[in-house]
């Protein structure tokens, strides 16, 4: 009676065990020889490891770098005011009527009105004054009126005393406050410049109430100057024959509102007044985004050159892969008399390449991860680290060692036996 072969029980041919232990030997005889070839030449491959350990090391390093400095640049502009939005008067479509339509002060209190997001908003008008500096020398400074919420909406740091508040500006109380370097100018420091008189047109003389600097140093490109003085804009409408403002700045309450705040901020302003009047209703959302993208392409840029690094690496295996081989021309040969296949002699030499490689490859993960590491638990900086950039370090080192590892596996592969045995 026949017995049956139970369904879960796959039956094993002699083939299929044959060449189950051809592969586990194989693979056992290959790392014996890298081991072997590693003790024989300890000096050519640690050297090699440790050239791809640096070049792996700065491509990790590299995107650190990049992430660092995108990270500097996008807080230098958020300290600007990530919520601001600024608006000003350009002029008129129709170049044949000229008469101005500026923005007056009636439009920052409909902005405060009908845009739901706005938190603040502070009109500005320009005044450019003369004030005496000491020993009969004078000097042009730029006088500001704004609103007390202008402090917020411009995110600026006051140094000494304090801001003009809204009794101040209600009172019409002839206070300022004064940017650093004007007061350095006048009484050296931040703090004498407290409580000082500054005459201004007319001999108006108004008191220092507080020193302040903008959270990023815009070398005057803005609209606050070296030598600046802010004052309530009650008060500047003393020097103005009408109620018109210069620009107007916002602020919003979340990054989210900042664009459909922008595009209603504009629709009121179009809609009280003329329909050929042109103004300019800007945010930081776009200049964000291109600084965004100039710091990424610059870490693109690094990482190609690390990448180089990389390469050149890879020579440097191929170079002592060459080397190995004619050094074992007479193993080679005695390996393939004995029966081992071209295949077999290739993959030896390859997997060598690969060890070397990837053993640089882990080498220099660990010291590009360290260092960032290292300096967040020694100091309160954090350094940005990328996964991402230790994931493809890896995958390129063993790449790189499988690319230029595959000139002297082959060549071992090709070496003809008898000429092999021959080689002194």
Known sequence: MAT???PCVTPTTPSTVSAQRRITIGLGEILNFVYDSFCSNKMQFTLTALAMAVATASVILVSTIGL???????????????NMVHAEYEGGTNHIDSTPDPMTIE???AVREQVTSVMAASPTVNLVDRISIGSGKQSDILVLGVDP???????????????????????HNKVGVVTEKLAQKLYGSSAPAIGQIIKLSGGLPFTVVGVFKESVDTFGQSEIGEDTMLIPYTVSRFFTPTNSVNEIYISVATPQDVIPATAAIK???????????VYNVQNLTQLLTVAGKIADALTVILMLVAFVTLLVSGIGIMNIMLATVTSRIR??????????????I????????????????IVGIVAGLAIPYSVRLFTD???????????????????????FGTVPATRASQLDPVESLRYE
Request: aromatic share 6%; charged share 20%; hydrophobic share 45%.
């Open 4 to 6: 049956a072969t139970p």
């Open 68 to 82: 660092t400095g995108k990270q500097y640049i996008l807080r230098q502009l958020q300290a600007i005011g990530t």
């Open 107 to 109: 439009d920052v209190q």
């Open 149 to 171: 919420e202008y402090t917020r909406v411009r995110n600026l740091k006051l140094l000494a005393g304090r801001f003009f508040d809204t009794e101040d500006s209600s009172a």
């Open 267 to 277: 629709r009121v302003l179009q809609s009280r007044h003329r329909a050929e009047s």
């Open 331 to 344: 193993e080679i040969g005695i390996r393939k008399a004995i029966g081992a296949t071209n295949r077999e």
């Open 346 to 361: 290739r993959f030896q030499f390859l997997a060598e390449a690969i060890v070397i490689s990837m053993t640089g490859g």
């Open 381 to 403: 900086f954090r350094l940005p680290i990328s996964g991402l950039s230790a994931i493809i370090a890896i995958v390129v080192s063993s790449v790189v060692g499988m690319i």
